[in-house]
């Protein structure tokens, strides 16, 4: 099992940036591929960005691509989202989660284990 902390979330003015981090521990963190995910009060959670364990492959929701960058260091055990030109519409709890597999997907379901998730709030 992989244990997730999330961070780097906080009040943010629309068109400012935030830069989550999501530190794993546990097993061989880059074999796994990992997902971002979003919830905002009264909302489904939803995909926001995936990116392969070998960090080639990267997948966006249309509303966070060309804003939103995921990466990872697998030295580090660490996934990034980088949000630039937040929006108000942004404003969720973000989590991160690792799929006990290589290939990226969106599906939440088919994620094994999540972090405890980070607040980020996008003032208008």
């Known amino acids: 099992q992989v244990q997730l902390v999330e961070s780097g979330g906080g009040l943010v003015q629309a068109g400012g940036s935030l830069r989550l981090s999501c530190a794993a521990s546990g097993r061989t963190f880059s074999r796994y591929a990992m997902g971002w995910f979003r919830q905002a009060p009264g909302k489904e959670r939803e995909f926001v960005a995936t990116?392969?364990?070998?960090?080639?492959?990267?997948y966006y929701a249309d509303s966070v691509k060309g804003r939103f960058t995921i990466s990872r260091d697998n030295a580090k055990n660490t996934v990034y989202l980088q949000m630039n030109s937040l929006k108000p519409e942004d404003t969720a709890v973000y989590y991160c989660a690792v799929r006990y597999a290589h290939g990226p997907i969106t599906i939440a379901s088919l994620y094994d284990d999540w972090g405890q998730g980070t607040q980020v709030t996008v003032s208008s």
């Open positions: 990116i392969r364990s070998s960090a080639g492959s990267t």
